[in-house]
């Protein structure tokens, strides 16, 4: 189990600014854990990133932020648009990701950028299921 501060927020569409903060920070390990329920499940589907649906638990959360930590510079989401439930939250982003190493088409200091939409339910004041549709610019 990991030991995080809890992230104490008055709103949902409060908590996921401050997460999306934290991800264009490269945050890891315990800052980022605070998010999120320790039953979080995270879900990605099919993009030309990760050709086939994956569910993460916390532990495979956290070491794919410390695997893009390694391949990324720097990244940024934009939030385009909130739409905010009782126990939801939808989100409109973009995200732009500055190479560190070469993928693809794309060298080191080239940026990668993605159209994101990203449902979030929410339990005890913490992400409990993060479903993510990316859409993947050309590189």
Request: glycine fraction near 6%; hydrophobic fraction near 45%; charged fraction near 25%.
């Amino acid at each position: 189990m990991i030991e995080a501060e809890i992230v104490m927020t008055s709103s949902n569409a409060e908590l996921v600014r401050s997460y999306l903060s934290a991800l264009n920070q490269l945050k890891q390990g315990d800052e980022l854990a605070a998010y999120f329920h320790p039953d979080v499940v995270q879900t990605e589907f099919p993009n030309k990133i990760t050709p086939e649906r994956v569910d993460r638990d916390i532990a495979a959360i956290l070491d794919g932020a410390a695997r893009g930590a390694k391949i990324l510079q720097k990244q940024e989401f934009t939030i385009n648009n909130i739409v905010e439930g009782e126990e939801s939250l939808v989100a409109e982003l973009i995200w732009r990701g500055t190479m560190s190493v070469p993928v693809a088409s794309l060298k080191v200091g080239d940026e990668m950028v993605a159209h994101f939409a990203c449902i979030f339910e929410f339990k005890d004041g913490l992400i409990f299921r993060q479903r993510n549709y990316d859409c993947f610019e050309a590189f």
